[in-house]
């Protein structure tokens, strides 16, 4: 093994050494076998994966996970050469399962050929020949991680007991309340204004008018269906309407509260107990729970024995030099 890595590091050496002086060449980040990593190939994954994270976050968390990406894409990246290299050791076919997913994408956004997925795609500028590779690709690293790790995870019946023993609290679904709302936006609203208009709602409301009238004719906020939000789980309102209405019997009505967005007069429609779940209603998330953690210790385990056997050369442990 120590022989073959040698060579195999002399061969790249040797193959960059023929190039002539005037010739571009393209930097190597990381040899994994027989493939390697360029630096452009990083450079690209790299921002694409910022721009992402641009998208989906902000501030301080923005700011963590673009620390963690340059520590770990580089790693990342070897996993997933890794990966597909095996998929392509295994021979391992997902044709069928490229040709599904497709359907399936140009079904969810009611597309119905191929030609107009790829004007589509042309239009936010996605190259559609090279991301159906990629998806091609990412479905032979799926399949290696079931052929090698999914299908052979088996849940102990006795692991399932001993959590939902152990873990009582997990299993508590906190009460749940139904509720109709008559929203005043204090963006909108001058302070004097919001005081005329609470005090008009709530002297309509002495002398009998039905609150979901007032909602259509009063509130900022939903109107549908009386201004009926649906129901909230314990923990999910703003702490001060549910301080509000957690008190209440079903059909009371609240009295004006403040919020960090406005002013709220609410209506509890239906309000579900809190209950504890029994061993059958906890089960399949107990399964779901066990099955995602012992995944996950397995494919650590399957990547660090593939990284052990593998020939790993880091040129640039720190490419863009952030």
Request: aromatic share 8%; proline share 3%; charged share 30%.
């Amino acid at each position: 093994m120590i022989v073959k890595k040698i060579c195999l590091l002399l061969l790249v050496m040797m193959t960059v050494s023929l190039l002539l002086p005037g010739d571009v060449v393209e930097e190597i980040v990381a040899i994994v076998n027989g493939d390697v990593i360029t630096l452009s190939e990083y450079r690209e994954q790299f921002n694409t994966t910022v721009q992402m994270l641009r998208a989906q976050l902000s501030g301080e968390a923005y700011f963590k996970e673009y620390e963690r990406l340059k520590d770990t894409l580089l790693d990342m990246m070897i996993t997933d050469l890794l990966l597909l290299q095996k998929a392509r050791e295994q021979n391992l076919n997902v044709k069928e399962q490229l040709k599904a997913t497709i359907e399936k994408i140009k079904e969810d956004n009611h597309l119905s050929s191929d030609e107009e997925l790829i004007r589509a795609m042309n239009a936010q500028g996605i190259d559609y020949n090279v991301w159906v590779r990629e998806l091609e690709e990412n479905l032979m690293r799926q399949a290696v991680i079931y052929v090698e790790v999914d299908r052979n995870i088996v849940l102990n019946d006795s692991e399932i007991v001993s959590y939902y023993k152990k873990k009582p609290e997990e299993f508590i679904v906190p009460p749940e309340y139904r509720i109709k709302a008559i929203y005043l936006s204090s963006a909108t609203n001058p302070a004097y204004q919001l005081e005329e208009k609470r005090n008009v709602i709530s002297e309509k409301l002495k002398s009998g008018t039905a609150f979901e009238d007032l909602v259509a004719e009063y509130s900022e906020g939903p109107k549908e269906n009386g201004g009926d939000l649906g129901f909230f789980k314990k923990g999910e309102l703003d702490r001060n309407i549910e301080q509000g209405i957690e008190k209440l019997k079903p059909g009371e009505i609240s009295s004006w509260i403040e919020a960090k967005n406005g002013w709220y007069l609410v209506k509890l429609e239906e309000k579900k107990d809190s209950y504890q779940k029994t061993f059958d209603q906890a089960r399949p998330e107990i399964e779901q729970k066990l099955y995602l953690q012992i995944r996950e210790q397995k494919i650590n385990e399957y990547v660090k024995k593939l990284k052990e056997e593998s020939f790993i050369k880091i040129l640039k442990p720190n490419p863009l030099n952030l």
